[in-house]
């Protein structure tokens, strides 16, 4: 049973930094992908960054240059890290693991959420 658990969430004002943690229950060598999702009051969950296990990474154009995932894996733990942070970036930001397998199936994890809150 995966479990994920987000951190570092806060309230900040536009031009500041956070950065997020997600803490896995076990290696993160065996998930596919590892990505931060964020949810806006009345919006979508939608993608904000993914980091593959090749170190393969992709952002949502809004936060391109701003932000940045990494992971550590002795510490099963994958960051993102929030610079020049805008009040459109206020969010609930969910950890996500993904898992391939074959057939095409795929399963996919998620964390309880931390708030993001960047004040104008």
């Known amino acids: 049973q995966v479990q994920l658990v987000e951190s570092g969430g806060g309230l900040v004002q536009a031009g500041g930094s956070l950065r997020l943690s997600c803490a896995a229950s076990?290696?993160?060598?065996?998930?596919?992908?590892m990505g931060w999702y964020r949810q806006a009051p009345g919006t979508q969950r939608d993608l904000v960054a993914r980091?593959?296990?090749?170190?393969?990474?992709n952002y949502v154009d809004s936060v391109k240059g701003r932000f940045t995932i990494s992971r550590d894996n002795a510490k099963n733990t994958v960051y993102l890290q929030m610079n020049s942070l805008k009040p459109e970036d206020t969010a609930v930001y969910y950890c996500?693991?993904?898992?391939?397998?074959?057939?095409?199936?795929?399963?996919?994890?998620w964390g309880q959420g931390t708030q993001v809150t960047v004040s104008s």
């Open positions: 996500n693991a993904e898992q391939h397998t074959a057939y095409g199936r795929s399963y996919n994890y």
């Open positions: 076990e290696s993160i060598f065996r998930f596919d992908v």
């Open positions: 980091l593959t296990t090749g170190a393969s990474t």
